[in-house]
Nanobody, 124 residues
Framework: QVQLVESGGGLVQAGGSLRLSCAAS????????MDWYRQTPGKQRELVAD???????TYIDSVKGRFTISRDNAKNTVYLQMSSLKPEDTGVYYC??????????????????WGQGTQVTVSS
């Protein structure tokens, strides 16, 4: 079982910065790929950035050069540093991960974990 708790959202003016944090429970954090998704008004939830257990990162085009995802395995925490924020970055940001586990009698099951979300509002 993995629990995810986000923090760091808030209201910021366009051009400003915020850093989101996601603290994960459990001892398997270092083995997990961690993701940040966002839900913006009128759009489906989208993957913003992810970081593998080895530290490889990917980003959607609209945040490249502005957002940085990182992780601290000693603190079981993943971060999303957001700079040069734009009004279109407004939304609820969610931490996400998933883990494939074996259950006797059921076989392999992919367990999906989401945080509760943190609101980011960028004013123009």
């Amino acid at each position: 079982q993995v629990q995810l708790v986000e923090s760091g959202g808030g209201l910021v003016q366009a051009g400003g910065s915020l850093r989101l944090s996601c603290a994960a429970s459990g001892s398997i954090f270092r083995d997990l790929t961690m993701d940040w998704y966002r839900q913006t008004p009128g759009k489906q939830r989208e993957l913003v950035a992810d970081i593998s257990s080895g530290g490889s990162t990917t980003y959607i085009d609209s945040v490249k050069g502005r957002f940085t995802i990182s992780r601290d395995n000693a603190k079981n925490t993943v971060y999303l540093q957001m700079s040069s924020l734009k009004p279109e970055d407004t939304g609820v940001y969610y931490c996400h991960t998933q883990r494939r586990a074996y259950y006797p009698g059921r076989g392999y099951v992919t367990n999906v974990y989401w945080g509760q979300g943190t609101q980011v509002t960028v004013s123009s």
